[in-house]
Every structure is written in structure tokens, then in C-alpha cells.
């Protein structure tokens, strides 16, 4: 599929996005958003795919906010979302990366 191939709403086409949601690091995400997630509010620094900071803020937990940074985050590139919990505080982060086509992945404690 041509990457720049895309929807009425910009987001990628439905074969697109299914293709991105297969296993593995994703070759394409060039933006990483860590998010601490919170009940109330949430913390994103977001980087680039070397790493170098692009952006950090606070967040409220809900729609508008998570798909404010979404949409901030694509300006810099392809972002997928890391989250540090995927219990129930973390449910609309999710479900807001999964209708954007955003792949999700977890950061487990090392003990």
C-alpha cells in the first residue's frame, strides 16, 4: 500500500491500520508518546525515534485532551502510544489510540 495513501479524515486506510496492529515494533512510528497515566490527568513526553524529546505536558483524562496530543504528536510524524499501565485508568487512552489507528504498547516493572 503507498504510504501516502489516506482517508477522508487523514487517518491511514483500513488496510493500513490493520497492517500496523500486527506484532513487532512498528517500522513506521517515527514519534513515541509515554504516557504516565493518572485518574485524573495524565503526563506525556513524547519523542522522536532517536529518542530526543519533542514535547511534554500534562493532560486531562479525557477525549479532547487524548486527541489533542494524538493530533499534536502526527505533526511530527507516525506516533504510537506507551503506556506504563493498561488497567482500567488507562481504558479511554486506549480506545482513543485504537479509533485513531495509533498502535499501543506496554511498559512492564522490572523487578
Given amino acids: 500500500m503507498d504510504d501516502g495513501e489516506r482517508t477522508l479524515d487523514g487517518l491511514p486506510a483500513r488496510d493500513e491500520m490493520r497492517e500496523r496492529r500486527q506484532g513487532g515494533q512498528p517500522r513506521w512510528v517515527t514519534v513515541w508518546i509515554g504516557l504516565d497515566v493518572g485518574k485524573e490527568e ?24 487524548l486527541v489533542a496530543l494524538l493530533e499534536r504528536a502526527q505533526e511530527h510524524g507516525t506516533p504510537a502510544l506507551v503506556i506504563d499501565q493498561p488497567g482500567s485508568i488507562a ?10 489507528g495509533v498502535p499501543v504498547a506496554y511498559v512492564a516493572a522490572w523487578s
Avoid: T, W, Y
Fill in 42 to 65: 495524565h503526563f506525556a513526553d513524547v519523542l522522536d525515534d532517536n529518542g530526543d524529546p519533542l514535547f511534554a505536558k500534562s493532560i486531562g483524562n479525557d477525549e479532547a485532551d
Fill in 91 to 100: 481504558q479511554l487512552a486506549i480506545a482513543v489510540a485504537a479509533r485513531r
